[in-house]
């Protein structure tokens, strides 16, 4: 038994439940990696028949872009729907194929996406944990090892750090355009759900910017945008004409909206007051909505329909 094989022996006595492949220790980027996957291992594609895989903004980009669809399109056709915490936080996963577990893009020769595969599948069998200690303002990278008996993976006499093995899986460029995403989303943990606009809005903006970028252009030339908010012709340009720039202000748009946090688009003047007003409009229209099909609910639970024994004659009314 080598020293590795010590190393996954003392961190299995520490993990959570008796079956869970992560093992609990967090590791630094300079740890070594003993691993190699290759076409000729006994297990080749056994980790993509049984997927799991979350998908970061900056992944459907790339995923979007290869299959030639609209985000919209992308998200209807390869992605389900989850909770990312318990304060409804939208997150996506890809979608298996129908009826089974497998990732729709495996293929025997391996991946059919493979240069643009998403995070989750260079990182694999290193877990990537974004974390911010309450005295730092910015996350730090930090690792897991997901050790599976399936992988065979594990048995290669490769060694290399886990920054090493990072680098050859463009797992770290991946990093890199996630960082604005990683960021907001620890900010909306910490910040729980009581902060910001209802929580229903706020998920649904958050969505939009997050995944769904197509529909968040229309939305950054709509008139409800641009009657709100004050931005130069060339800024608005430069977005339009690049998806990333336009991810990295969407997060930066987020912050401002759910945290208050500094302005990258000014409001225009009486804009705040505009939309108080539409608010509180809106909200007025609800309640209304709601006392009337309170009231019909009352009328259906105690009198007898038209005609029928026991009509009171209310139902005349109508
Ligand atoms: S995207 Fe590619 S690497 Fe990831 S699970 Fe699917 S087939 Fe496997
Ligand atoms: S070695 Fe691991 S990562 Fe590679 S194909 Fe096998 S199960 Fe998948």
Not at 4 to 13: C, G, I, P, T, V
Not at 81 to 106: H, N, S
Request: net charge negative; proline share 6%.
């Amino acid at each position: 038994m080598d020293q590795y094989d010590d190393q996954f022996k003392n961190l299995a006595k520490d993990a959570p439940f008796e079956h869970s492949p992560v093992m609990p220790n967090m590791l630094d980027g300079d740890t070594p990696l003993k691993f190699r996957c290759h076409k000729d291992v006994k297990c080749w594609n056994v980790c993509c028949g049984n997927i799991d895989i979350t998908l970061t903004p900056y992944d459907i980009l790339r995923l979007k872009n290869r299959l030639g669809l609209s985000s919209g399109e992308f998200l209807k056709k390869h992605t389900v729907p989850y909770e990312i915490d318990k304060d409804g936080t939208p997150g996506v996963k890809l979608r298996a194929v129908e009826g089974g577990t497998a990732c729709q893009f495996m293929v025997p020769e391996g991946c059919s996406v493979y240069e643009d595969r998403p995070t989750a599948c260079r990182y694999y069998p290193v877990a990537l944990l974004s974390v911010r200690r309450s005295d730092e303002y910015t996350d730090r990278l930090s690792f897991a090892l997901v050790q599976e008996a399936t992988c065979l993976g594990h048995q290669e006499p490769d060694t290399q750090t886990i920054d090493q093995y990072r680098q050859g899986q463009g797992a770290a460029e991946y990093d890199e355009k996630g960082r604005g995403w990683r960021q907001l989303i620890l900010k909306k943990k910490s910040a729980g759900p009581a902060i910001g606009k209802p929580p229903i809005i706020s998920n649904q903006l958050f969505f939009m910017v997050s995944y769904d970028i197509d529909r968040f252009r229309a939305f950054v030339v709509s008139d409800a945008f641009n009657t709100t908010y004050d931005m130069p012709v060339e800024t608005l340009a430069e977005l339009l004409a690049d998806d990333e720039k336009l991810m990295d202000f969407g997060y930066a748009f987020l912050r401002q909206v759910l945290f208050g946090e500094d302005k990258i688009v000014l409001e225009k003047d009486g804009a705040y007051e505009a939309r108080t007003e539409r608010l509180k409009a809106q909200a007025e229209q609800i309640k209304a909505e709601f006392l009337a099909n309170r009231d019909k609910i009352e009328d259906e639970k105690y009198c007898a329909p038209p005609g029928q024994p026991g009509d009171c004659g209310c139902g005349d009314k109508d």
